[in-house]
């Protein structure tokens, strides 16, 4: 880290705030903030926050993606707290599983959305963003906040899929935030002249580029609206509009301008770094952007909730469209290990396939309230006996290329990467077990198409009615593209449900309901 200055997410607000007084830091469609006034309005809110009666219980932040959440989270972090942004448009039931699991000490909204907040959220206290942003900032009790947080500390809480049906909050820490930005520094010129172009909800962690980036470097970041994301032909003009330099993006976005070939009419006259993160980048919609944008620089990003950024391949040459596009290598600060199915490690020119492992600054302290899970998957390093150095696995196949960069080969449970978003096949299916016509079901992934597969035995329905189910419990992004009903779903010699054979026979094109 810079010095003392930086160790944690306040005290780089402060730096930034002193360095940039009077640049834009955010921007949406409605509205614009300085550093100055982020800074000004964050330390009223913290202070609100600050005089909460349970400070060492996590902060909801109920708001849609705009300058004033991005704000927000940030008040909550200088009033000494754990931000949790929560996804407004999630099913109550989601809600509910959430919340027993956070107790939050408030719910941070705005006023447009308190009713909405307050049914949602309960007998859980709701307060007001402008009502705290009207205050006056107590400089002494901010600046007590932040010489008690060390850059180990949580910084948020962000909730992805659970296997069991039961969301998991990840935690993430000051650290973990601070290192990846030393790490951008060191290795790309961004700077106080870019401007970056959100696209993640702020409760995606690739988001976290576009909220903390402008307090590295002093550029700024546009909130761009989700609708615009549908229509490419919008998309471009207001990227320009904009002057967006950088944009940390899944390819799902990426591939959407792609699939319209929206850019053989007009070109981002302005991008310089185009990362993309969260899913596999297919390599003819990557093809399309660098042939007709080949001046950016384009940067295949590897990570999870719960490590953060630790990969990374700067694309450095042409790809056929059967290659594998690399993950790539350590960032800083990162370590990598990638083991057998004894724990033994394999190393480049190993002609073998493994579990990616991460140890190092990108692992995180858990999950929250969740010792178990946690157990599960942040492990005592099996190559390290005689000290305490904790790794976390992260479930994805990898393999060493020729070339020494790590390439991904899938994953060793049913959890899945789509549309940007992580999700856990078994959380679906949990959710479908409340339907009265369904036996048992099982959902697996068409990476090809990118599609939801759900089968299921009982009484054959009508997929509206499975679906209709569906959406009261999941958010849309997890609800299954086809829906095939087979009585009984094949099983394997334990009794299990046979996943494999139902993806081989989708190949073949059973008919869907």
Same mark, same amino acid.
């Given at each position: 880290?810079?010095?003392? #200055?930086?160790?944690?997410? +306040?005290? %780089? /607000?402060? =730096?930034?705030? !002193?360095?940039? $007084?009077?640049?834009? *830091?955010?921007?949406?469609?409605?509205?614009?903030?300085?550093?100055?006034?982020?800074?000004?309005?964050?330390?009223?809110?913290?202070?609100?926050?600050?005089?909460?009666?349970?400070?060492?219980?996590?902060?909801?932040?109920?708001?849609?993606?705009?300058?004033?959440?991005?704000?927000?989270?940030?008040?909550?972090?200088?009033?000494?707290?754990?931000?949790?942004?929560?996804?407004?448009?999630?099913?109550?039931?989601?809600?509910?599983?959430?919340?027993?699991?956070?107790?939050?000490?408030?719910?941070?909204?705005?006023?447009?959305?308190?009713?909405?907040?307050?049914? #949602?959220?309960?007998?859980? +206290?709701? %307060? /007001?963003? =402008?009502?705290? !942003?009207?205050? $006056?900032?107590?400089? *002494?009790?901010?600046?007590?906040?932040?010489?008690?947080?060390?850059?180990?500390?949580?910084?948020?809480?962000?909730?992805?899929?659970?296997?069991?049906?039961?969301?998991?909050?990840?935690?993430?820490?000051?650290?973990?935030?601070?290192?990846?930005?030393?790490?951008?520094?060191?290795?790309?010129?961004?700077?106080?002249?870019?401007?970056?172009?959100?696209?993640?909800?702020?409760?995606?962690?690739?988001?976290?580029?576009?909220?903390?980036?402008?307090?590295?470097?002093?550029?700024?970041?546009?909130?761009?609206?989700?609708?615009?994301?549908?229509?490419?032909?919008?998309?471009?003009?207001?990227?320009?509009?904009?002057?967006?330099?950088?944009?940390?993006?899944? $390819?799902?976005?990426?591939?959407?301008?792609?699939?319209?070939?929206?850019?053989?009419?007009?070109?981002?006259?302005?991008?310089?770094?185009?990362?993309?993160?969260?899913?596999?980048?297919?390599?003819?919609?990557?093809?399309?952007?660098?042939?007709?944008?080949?001046?950016?620089?384009?940067?295949?990003?590897?990570?999870?909730?719960?490590?953060?950024?630790?990969?990374?391949?700067?694309?450095?040459?042409?790809?056929?469209?059967?290659?594998?596009?690399?993950?790539?290598?350590?960032?800083?600060?990162?370590?990598?290990?990638?083991?057998?199915?004894?724990?033994?490690?394999?190393?480049?020119?190993?002609?073998?396939?493994?579990?990616?492992?991460?140890?190092?600054?990108?692992?995180?302290?858990?999950?929250?309230?969740?010792?178990?899970?946690?157990?599960?998957?942040?492990?005592?390093?099996?190559?390290?006996?005689?000290?305490?150095?904790?790794?976390?696995?992260?479930?994805?196949?990898?393999?060493?290329?020729?070339?020494?960069?790590?390439?991904?080969?899938?994953?060793?449970?049913?959890?899945?990467?789509?549309?940007?978003?992580?999700?856990?096949?078994?959380?679906?299916?949990?959710?479908?077990?409340?339907?009265?016509?369904?036996?048992?079901?099982?959902?697996?992934?068409?990476?090809?198409?990118?599609?939801?597969?759900?089968?299921?035995?009982?009484?054959?329905?009508?997929?509206?009615?499975?679906?209709?189910?569906?959406?009261?419990?999941?958010?849309?992004?997890?609800?299954?593209?086809?829906?095939?009903?087979?009585?009984?779903?094949?099983?394997?010699?334990?009794?299990?449900?046979?996943?494999?054979?139902?993806?081989?026979?989708?190949?073949?094109?059973?008919?869907?309901?």
């Amino acid at each position: 880290m810079e010095g003392r #200055a930086q160790r944690n997410i +306040p005290s %780089l /607000l402060e =730096e930034a705030a !002193a360095r940039f $007084p009077q640049r834009k *830091a955010y921007e949406d469609e409605t509205c614009s903030m300085t550093f100055s006034e982020v800074r000004r309005l964050a330390a009223s809110i913290g202070t609100g926050i600050a005089a909460l009666e349970n400070p060492g219980r996590p902060v909801a932040v109920f708001m849609e993606k705009s300058v004033w959440m991005a704000v927000s989270l940030l008040g909550v972090s200088c009033g000494g707290c754990i931000y949790c942004p929560v996804d407004v448009a999630m099913p109550k039931a989601r809600m509910d599983r959430i919340l027993s699991v956070l107790e939050p000490a408030a719910v941070l909204t705005s006023g447009s959305m308190g009713a909405r907040a307050r049914e #949602a959220c309960g007998d859980c +206290p709701v %307060l /007001l963003v =402008e009502d705290l !942003a009207a205050r $006056p900032a107590d400089e *002494a009790l901010l600046a007590s906040q932040r010489a008690r947080i060390k850059s180990s500390d949580p910084l948020y809480i962000l909730f992805t899929s659970g296997s069991t049906g039961m969301p998991k909050g990840v935690v993430g820490t000051h650290q973990t935030v601070l290192n990846n930005l030393e790490w951008l520094a060191s290795r790309f010129d961004l700077g106080p002249d870019d401007v970056l172009g959100n696209q993640a909800p702020l409760h995606f962690v690739v988001a976290d580029h576009d909220l903390y980036c402008p307090l590295k470097f002093g550029c700024s970041s546009f909130f761009i609206p989700a609708g615009y994301f549908s229509f490419p032909a919008k998309l471009i003009p207001l990227l320009n509009q904009h002057r967006v330099t950088t944009v940390f993006w899944v $390819p799902f976005a990426l591939g959407t301008i792609a699939s319209f070939r929206a850019l053989d009419e007009i070109l981002p006259e302005f991008l310089r770094y185009v990362f993309f993160v969260g899913e596999v980048m297919p390599v003819r919609q990557l093809n399309y952007w660098r042939a007709h944008v080949p001046s950016a620089h384009y940067i295949n990003l590897y990570g999870s909730t719960e490590m953060y950024m630790c990969c990374y391949y700067e694309v450095d040459r042409e790809y056929a469209e059967t290659d594998t596009l690399p993950i790539g290598g350590p960032c800083g600060g990162t370590g990598i290990l990638v083991l057998d199915e004894m724990d033994r490690e394999i190393l480049p020119g190993m002609e073998e396939t493994g579990e990616l492992c991460i140890r190092g600054f990108a692992v995180g302290p858990g999950y929250y309230r969740d010792p178990e899970q946690t157990a599960r998957k942040f492990i005592q390093n099996p190559l390290e006996p005689a000290a305490r150095e904790m790794i976390y696995r992260t479930g994805d196949l990898v393999r060493y290329g020729t070339d020494g960069l790590l390439e991904f080969c899938g994953r060793a449970d049913y959890q899945i990467k789509h549309l940007g978003y992580r999700i856990e096949l078994g959380e679906i299916e949990a959710a479908a077990g409340k339907v009265p016509e369904i036996s048992s079901c099982a959902c697996v992934y068409d990476q090809k198409k990118q599609r939801i597969l759900f089968f299921y035995d009982g009484t054959e329905t009508d997929r509206k009615t499975i679906s209709s189910s569906l959406s009261q419990q999941l958010p849309r992004y997890m609800l299954p593209s086809r829906y095939v009903y087979l009585d009984p779903l094949p099983r394997n010699a334990s009794g299990k449900i046979d996943r494999k054979f139902l993806q081989e026979q989708y190949e073949k094109n059973i008919k869907s309901c």
